[in-house]
């Protein structure tokens, strides 16, 4: 039992100590507490509390009237920091300690013109200051703690309002995520459904043939286009079509796409609205009639264009970056050369499928693109692959 009484006063300081710069400033209001801690006017009862006897006469602690209202902060507990980091106004005069007990003055109340008290204050340690100056300092000090504990308030609400449009916005992209996802295998499922896979990572190019149907020669391309796996587009002209049934119906069976290029090939930008309607919707209703497929995309005529006829066609309009020419020189190797010297991905080629010279240019350009690895497809093909939605009134000419 001796042994750990010895050890019980070193441990107590040891913890005093180790508390934090905090506990310096609380040693030393236990130092006032049990030390002069208060002064107190005449009239201090004989062993009235803790306060200390033989006061000078005429000192009192507190005014009349105050009696039972503590003029200085709480007693500390013990081993409780005074101040903790953080807090407003450490040195600034603020009060950080200093015990108060109601004095005799206070009870009597005795009139305390002119007398001071002691207190301690943060980085001044205990010192003497004026009832006026030490009420003063405590209003700063209610005042600075309000406005310490308002700002607290605001960072608080800010933080949890920044949390909360994270959390809004974390939710929104994992939303978009999973519709962008969705879309995918929607647009993988029906690509395996029909047959026909399109890798949007690797290149492509859309052949296009205008001005048939022409079975003697658009049937070749197609026999080309079989062997490599590839698919173009022929923008018919509607009066031709009921000649070339059969061809025109391959173009579906094999995956082709079937478009528009007017009922009888006339400029449309030479024509008044009506006219340029009455153009397109003959050719769309011819072509649907015998293969039963509605063409969505057109070409206009020339390539020809004004704000009537983009206000009037109600289609997308497929134009060209890549114009071979083929209907001027009739030489297959200066359309092989137009197209093999120039194209890249996302491009448009425009060819005609009314000459025997355009179908040989075909049997070179086709195998050489897939040797290149181009993904041979159809306008429509491309232009979802490239994420492009087509519009009716709007021109395209690549998609690259
Ligand atoms: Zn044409």
Not at 29 to 37: D, I
Not at 213 to 231: E, F, H, T, W
Not at 356 to 362: C, E, L, N, V, Y
Request: proline share 6%; with cysteine; hydrophobic share 40%.
């Amino acid at each position: 039992m001796r042994k750990s009484k010895k050890l019980v006063i070193p441990v107590m300081v040891a913890l005093c100590l180790a508390v934090s710069p905090a506990s310096a400033a609380w040693a030393e209001s236990v130092v006032v507490a049990g030390g002069v801690r208060q002064q107190t006017g005449p009239g201090v009862a004989p062993g009235a509390g803790e306060e200390e006897q033989g006061q000078t006469a005429g000192e009192s602690v507190a005014e009349p009237g105050e009696a039972g209202e503590p003029l200085l902060m709480p007693e500390q507990a013990p081993g409780e920091p005074v101040s903790e980091p953080g807090e407003p106004a450490a040195g600034s005069g603020e009060l950080i300690a200093g015990p108060k007990e109601p004095s005799q003055a206070e009870e009597t109340g005795q009139a305390s013109q002119g007398q001071e008290t002691q207190v301690l204050v943060a980085g001044q340690g205990s010192v003497w200051m004026s009832e006026e100056a030490r009420r003063a300092a405590e209003e700063e000090a209610a005042r600075q703690a309000e406005e310490a504990a308002r700002l607290a308030a605001e960072q608080e609400a800010a933080r949890l309002a920044a949390e909360e449009e994270a959390a809004r916005q974390a939710e929104e992209a994992a939303r978009l995520a999973a519709e962008e996802e969705a879309r995918r295998q929607a647009e993988e499922a029906a690509r395996l459904a029909s047959g026909r896979v399109i890798d949007p990572s690797r290149p492509m190019v859309a052949l296009t043939y205008d001005d048939g149907p022409q079975s003697s020669v658009g049937n070749r391309i197609m026999d080309c286009l079989a062997q490599y796996g590839g698919k173009a587009t022929f923008f018919m002209v509607g009066e031709r079509v009921p000649s070339h049934q059969a061809e025109v119906c391959r173009m579906v069976a094999e995956g082709h796409e079937v478009a528009n290029h007017s009922m009888n090939h006339k400029y449309l930008q030479k024509q008044g609205a009506a006219e340029i309607q009455a153009q397109v919707n003959r050719c769309n209703d011819v072509i649907e009639s015998v293969t039963g497929v509605r063409p969505t995309i057109m070409r206009l005529p020339g390539g020809g264009y004004n704000s009537t006829v983009l206000a009037n066609t109600h289609m997308p309009m497929i134009q060209w970056n890549i114009d071979t020419l083929d209907w001027k020189t009739r030489n297959a190797s200066q359309t092989v050369n137009a197209v093999l010297g120039k194209v890249k991905d996302g491009d448009i080629v425009l060819m005609h499928e009314l000459y025997g010279a355009t179908a040989d240019a075909s049997m070179e350009i086709i195998p050489e693109l897939a040797r290149r690895g181009y993904q041979l497809v159809t306008v429509s093909e491309m232009a979802a692959a490239k994420g492009y939605k087509l519009e009716p009134g709007k021109l395209y000419s690549s998609f690259r």
